[in-house]
């Protein structure tokens, strides 16, 4: 309820379908990581608090993309590669840079906040300057009426879009409040460190809305939308999640030192992969979603070995480090040499 009344209101404003995904959808699907975030530090739960964020943004890459690239190959706009995923590594970057020192303190969430506001201001207006609202609402229709969307897209009255983003804020904070409770009572029941459980089941948790927004996007013929949420997600995530209580508790937040050494640089590597990936061809395709599932169930996989202290920890880290992540690495390389040069001997070709 909460995405489609901000996507109406969006789109009664004029905005294309690429801005309402990386500002009012990506900030409604942010709202259940805020509300457990505000939980967790009102419930003196640091390691809950980062590693809900922080898995939340892995999962967003990996696990939300890549699902939504099997489903269909995503469409990636230049202005994506140029302004909204170099925003979204600087401030991954920045999140790990200020996270050494064990704190994020409330200059630094200060800081989040304010590159938050400014990225949301250059995305309204370079969207609203981009195109006319008669041109925009014009070539919407046809795109809705050629991809065969239905009455779900059809814009909404003002007042039914309001009552939808109230209802669902509401029905959001209540439901984040009992996965909180959940998950800290789980943690104590299993001696299992509460960045842990952030990091894995409240992480994939509050990433579900992301995934039904952008699985569903992809489904109606709005790729653009799909990739925007997530990318604009992450963003509202480090900005807002993170900023605003760092800037509201006393002391800042604390990170975990266990975050900081391994969960903040994979991060970090997420983002990265999505840039050359992206880049090759400006489409994410199946069997890169694919890689990128795969990943993230390594990863998990990685996190309950841990956890559990399992004798299969060392081996299958061995083989993650000597063997798969090489392996990756080389394919995504090759492939991105490839698409490069198949670009240049185009652009040739048409010279």
């Not at 800042?252 to 090759?280: K, N, R, Y």
């Not at 994410?284 to 070995?305: D, N």
């Not at 083989?319 to 394919?331: C, D, G, Q, S």
């Amino acid at each position: 309820m909460l995405v489609r009344g901000a996507s109406g209101l969006a789109r009664r404003a004029g905005i294309s379908s690429l801005v309402v995904g990386l500002t009012v959808v990506s900030l409604a699907t942010s709202a259940p990581e805020l509300a457990v975030t505000v939980g967790a530090v009102a419930r003196d739960e640091p390691g809950l608090a980062v590693g809900n964020v922080v898995g939340s943004n892995i999962a967003n890459v990996l696990l939300i993309l890549g699902v939504s690239a099997l489903v269909l190959p995503l469409l990636v706009t230049r202005r994506l590669i140029r302004i909204d995923v170099p925003i979204m590594l600087v401030l991954s970057g920045l999140l790990l840079v200020l996270s050494l020192d064990g704190r994020i303190g409330a200059v630094d969430g200060g800081l989040f906040l304010a590159v938050l506001v400014g990225y949301l201001t250059l995305s309204v207006v370079l969207g609203r300057a981009k195109r006319p609202v008669a041109v925009l609402e014009g070539e919407e229709a046809e795109e809705k009426a050629a991809s065969g969307a239905d009455e779900e897209f059809r814009p909404l009255p003002v007042w039914l879009a309001v009552l939808l983003v109230v209802a669902g804020v509401a029905l959001l904070v209540g439901g984040a409040h009992l996965l909180v409770e959940g998950a800290v009572n789980v943690a104590t029941e299993l001696g299992v460190s509460s960045l842990v459980v952030g990091l894995t089941v409240v992480a994939v948790g509050t990433s579900l809305p992301e995934l039904a927004v952008s699985v569903v996007a992809v489904r109606r013929g709005e790729r653009d939308m799909a990739v925007g949420n997530i990318v604009g997600s992450n963003i509202a995530n480090i900005g807002l999640v993170l900023g605003l209580p760092a800037l509201l508790a006393a002391g800042g937040l604390p990170v975990p030192a266990e975050a900081v050494a391994l969960d903040l640089p994979l991060m970090v590597a997420a983002s990265v992969a999505l840039l050359p990936i992206a880049f090759t061809g400006f489409v994410i395709s199946r069997w890169e979603g694919g890689l990128f599932v795969a990943l993230y169930l390594a990863y998990m996989a990685y996190l309950v070995l841990a956890a559990t202290e399992h004798d299969a920890l060392s081996g299958f880290t061995a083989v993650m480090v000597w063997f798969v992540l090489p392996l990756v690495a080389v394919t995504v390389l090759v492939f991105t040499l490839y698409e490069v040069r198949l670009r240049r001997l185009r652009a040739a070709a048409r010279r």
